[in-house]
């Protein structure tokens, strides 16, 4: 392993051992991995959810629970207690399909979450952009509302326009 990038629990350089000593917040490093972080247990980390919840683990784990659990009750001697060692009994194969299941549903929930975001953001930009637009069509119409604005005590458009923007043609 040629990678030099300290293990879980080293701190930064010369304060390992000090966290937490000092009675300051924020003295600890991060406990998980961050956005960027390229060591190789910063990308194992990051792919774990992601393995959990493939469809190659959940199946498997399928075929231990019908081995273990539904095949061991008509069939006591289909599963001894070697196999039940090194596979895991019905507790550990019961836990890890739901450590799958849940993994699998907040994955699908931070991915919908990040796509929902970004369309909200491009709705706001095509807003912005319509609205600078009407503003160039109907200068007319946007000084009364700057009027109106000032009368009220809010703050009038500031003019800004995107470069994307250019004047309508009068035709």
């Known amino acids: 392993m040629s990678d030099t990038t300290p293990g879980p629990g080293a701190g930064a350089a ?3 051992g000090t966290a937490g000593t000092t009675g300051t917040a924020g003295t600890a490093g991060p406990a998980g991995p961050q956005e960027g972080d390229q060591s190789w ?5 990051a792919a774990v959810p992601a393995v959990l919840s493939s469809k190659v683990h959940i199946l498997w784990l399928f075929v231990l629970l019908l081995w273990i659990v539904i095949l061991a009750v008509p069939f006591p ?6 196999i039940e060692l090194i596979l895991g009994n019905y507790t550990n194969v019961t836990s890890a399909l739901g450590a799958c299941i849940a993994a699998g549903g907040t994955m699908a929930l931070a991915h919908h979450a990040k796509r ?5 953001e491009e709705r706001h ?9 009407l503003r ?3 200068p007319e119409h946007a000084a009364a509302l700057d009027s109106a604005r000032a009368a009220d005590g809010a ?7 995107p470069a994307t923007v250019t004047q309508p043609d009068g035709g």
């Open 14 to 16: 010369g304060t390992a």
């Open 41 to 45: 247990l910063g990308r194992a980390l």
């Open 77 to 82: 001697g289909i599963a001894s207690a070697r």
């Open 116 to 120: 929902e975001s970004k369309r909200a």
């Open 125 to 133: 930009q095509v807003i912005q952009e319509v609205h600078q637009l």
């Open 136 to 138: 160039l069509a109907h």
């Open 155 to 161: 703050q009038p458009d500031s003019g800004a326009r």
